[in-house]
């Protein structure tokens, strides 16, 4: 079966074509990064109209790098929901006119549960259940992955996303749009441990996380240094600050793979601490065997 996939949920065009929910045939992204880092992050009118001017093309190109007609196409899926609302309508509105004139089934895709099924493209042979931690943009997520459609959600963030902190903190630090990167080529540049920053717990809900603090934290830290006229060691406060944010995340993580006895332990795109996250999370239970599967950079920086 040949599905034709449309994307159009935050700043990112994405349009692809996969064989049999496994095989990747062609993967055509327009990133609007570049024009958003003006203002700092994404304008969601801008959003939608660059989706707009470029769906159509990105069709034809997808189909064309998978050496495939609009008649070899079985069905058509779409991201529907979570969003910005005006971005996600242009890929919605453009898949039903492409189903309905197609005469094939239209599926609609929730975002996060679209990140977690990327890892079936990566790792054919990953099959559920398995632990997901979906750290994409504006959403942070512990998932456990009963099966292809039954998943449950076992922690979450209780205000900002991991994604949402580092560009945040990115910005106060004087670093580009988005804002991940950039913090962890900074952070690697320091050992750190000159920064006592915050890290959240949540009462009742201990595989619930909090950035709201972590972020103001930052802020706080370079605003008053700048107004004391005080040097402000930007890379310590970077690697300081992605070691925090990876504290948040990685032993809520294991600790869900231990109560819930996962096999694997998948992390569904954007890899916003490349370098603590992978440090911290290449060890072996001594009581068992967790295998950890994580995209590739290239993979995790896109959103489609």
């Known amino acids: 079966m040949n599905i034709l996939a449309f994307e159009s949920s935050c700043d990112e065009t994405a349009v692809a074509v996969v064989r049999d929910g496994r095989t990747l045939l062609s993967d055509a992204i327009l990133s609007q990064a570049d024009m958003h880092a003006l203002y700092g992050g994404v304008v969601p009118e801008i959003a939608s109209r660059k989706h707009v001017e470029a769906i159509s093309g990105l069709t034809d190109q997808a189909l064309c790098d998978a050496g495939l007609t609009k008649r070899d196409i079985d069905a058509v899926a779409v991201t529907y929901a979570p969003g910005l609302i005006g971005a996600v309508l242009v890929a919605v509105s453009f898949a039903k006119s492409v189903a309905y004139s197609l005469g094939v089934p239209l599926i609609p895709v929730h975002h996060i549960r679209g990140h977690i099924a990327a890892n079936y493209l990566a790792f054919p042979a990953l099959e559920p259940p398995f632990l997901a931690l979906a750290i994409s943009g504006g959403n942070t997520l512990i998932v456990d992955v009963k099966d292809y459609t039954d998943m449950e959600i076992l922690g979450a963030t209780r205000d900002d996303a991991a994604g949402e902190c580092f560009d945040k903190a990115a910005r106060v630090l004087g670093l580009p749009y988005p804002g991940g990167k950039p913090m962890d080529d900074l952070a690697r ?88 996250y992978r440090i911290k999370t290449s060890y072996d239970d001594p009581q068992r065997l967790l295998e950890l599967l994580l995209l590739s950079l290239a993979r995790e920086a896109q959103n489609g």
């Open 189 to 276: 540049q320091s050992q750190g441990g000159v920064y006592d920053l915050p890290r959240a717990h949540v009462d009742g809900a201990d595989l619930d996380m909090s950035f709201s603090g972590l972020k103001t934290a930052v802020v706080n830290l370079a605003h008053n240094a700048q107004q004391k006229g005080e040097p402000l060691d930007r890379a310590a406060l970077a690697r300081d600050f992605t070691r925090a944010v990876s504290d948040e995340l990685v032993p809520r993580t294991m600790e869900a793979a231990r109560r819930f006895s996962a096999a694997f332990c998948r992390k569904a795109n954007e890899l916003v601490l490349e370098t603590d």
